[in-house]
């Protein structure tokens, strides 16, 4: 989908340009600026001041959005006035004439209703107004009017017809990519809701019946854990910001061990090995925690004697390279690689399917999970994150929390 709607820009463009090069031609002559013939100019004027245009666009259709991209979609357009609307209201109008706001809406109905475009007279009395014609183009995303591009013009014209029409299709890309992102940004925070859903009652029940033996018999200890149970279920309930950094998720990881430990006693030795380097990373929010909740459930799983895990993160030039490792269990190859396409259900959760998905989704499929294990050898686990990344970014601590 994101492919044909990157192809579709490309292919509006050089009739934006026309449009463009016919309409500031017909206003007055400028300087070519050494950039070749006047196609060529009009060309690169029209990627540029689309280039500016489209960033408040991708964040959807609003009042702050319409009013910050109007004005650079008049310039493509080249046009006295220009009006971005919604289906109630002009959002946003650029250039002269603003006293039409009223007249445009009244006669937006059929547009709206039919998403069809059309030119229409404009009444009025203001000896001091240009605008006599305006022209409606519609504003449509996944067959749905969300609201219209209005050019306002002193003469009827078939060129800012055609090119009114074809700037609100660019508009309409853009407003799709946005819904998009909109729809990606939910289906995260969904799989955040679940994996959260998905923090086993029983850790909590051992945590607190733990908590509670040590009431009498240690209480600072027990005060302790009780400060490391809030901190831990603080942070895998907060509901600030999608990403976090590589510090943070550890910090959070190390008050789950503390619980952990609590209870297992020396039958649970863990080994840490941080490059300080990389703590700043963003990441996706609880992305690593299930990873190791995971390797404490495989690798306490029926073995009586002590489980090693293994916790690592090194700097690999543009990548933190996160190891986790266990000496559990294991599993079965076959029966790990129908569980992370879904084909089933694991038992205690699904973390691990969760943040291979998460990470496909917000890096790509070449970020997805390395798990190697076998019956019986333990299991290690792998994940690449890129240290920079677009739309990638941390909430701070104090602030998340």
């Known amino acids: 989908m994101s492919g044909f709607l990157a192809g579709l820009c490309v292919a509006v463009l050089p009739l934006l340009a026309a449009g463009f090069w016919l309409g500031r031609r017909t206003a007055r002559p400028e300087s070519l600026g050494g950039l070749g013939t006047p196609v060529e100019h009009a060309t690169f004027q029209t990627l540029h001041t689309a280039s500016l245009a489209a960033p408040p666009l991708r964040a ?201 430990r609590a209870r297992f006693g020396e039958r649970l030795s863990v080994t840490l090995q941080i490059a300080p380097e990389v703590l700043p990373v963003a990441l996706p929010f609880l992305c690593l925690q299930p990873l190791v909740e995971n390797a404490v459930k495989h690798g306490l799983e029926g073995k009586a004697d002590k489980s090693r895990i293994s916790i690592t993160a090194q700097d690999a030039g543009a990548e933190a390279l996160v190891v986790i490792e266990d000496d559990g269990t294991g599993m079965d190859p076959d029966l790990l690689r129908r569980i992370l396409a879904g084909e089933v259900s694991p038992s205690g959760g699904i973390g691990l399917s969760n943040v291979d998905d998460r990470l496909r989704q917000v890096y790509g499929d070449d970020y997805g999970l390395v798990i190697e294990t076998a019956v019986g050898a333990g299991m290690k686990i792998t994940a690449r994150l890129p240290k920079y990344q677009p739309g990638v970014h941390s909430a701070s601590r104090r602030s998340a929390e």
């Not at 209201?89 to 475009?117: F, Q, S, Y």
């Not at 603080?234 to 619980?259: M, N, P, Q």
Request: net charge negative.
């Open 60 to 260: 959807g259709l609003t009042g702050e959005t319409a009013r910050r991209s109007a004005r650079r979609l008049r310039t493509l357009l080249g046009t006295d006035a220009l009006c971005l609307t919604d289906q109630k209201e002009v959002l946003a109008w650029d250039g002269v004439g603003d006293h039409h706001r009223a007249e445009i809406m009244e006669r937006l109905a059929g547009p709206l209703e039919t998403g069809r475009g059309e030119a229409f007279r404009l009444n009025c009395d203001a000896p001091d107004c240009p605008l006599r014609w305006a022209v409606v183009a519609p504003l449509t995303v996944d067959d749905r009017v969300h609201g219209a591009l209005v050019a306002c013009a002193p003469r009827e014209s078939a060129v800012l017809v055609r090119a009114a029409g074809e700037v609100a299709r660019w508009v309409s890309v853009q407003l799709e990519l946005a819904d998009l992102d909109q729809s990606r940004t939910r289906l995260i925070e969904a799989e955040i809701k679940a994996l959260r859903a998905q923090i086993s009652p029983h850790f909590i029940f051992n945590s607190l019946a733990v908590i509670a033996s040590f009431v009498r018999t240690d209480p600072e200890r027990a005060r302790e854990l009780l400060l490391e149970f809030a901190d831990f279920t603080r942070y895998s309930f907060r509901r600030h910001g999608d990403f976090t950094t590589l510090a943070d998720e550890l910090h959070a990881i190390d008050h789950y061990l503390a619980l952990v």
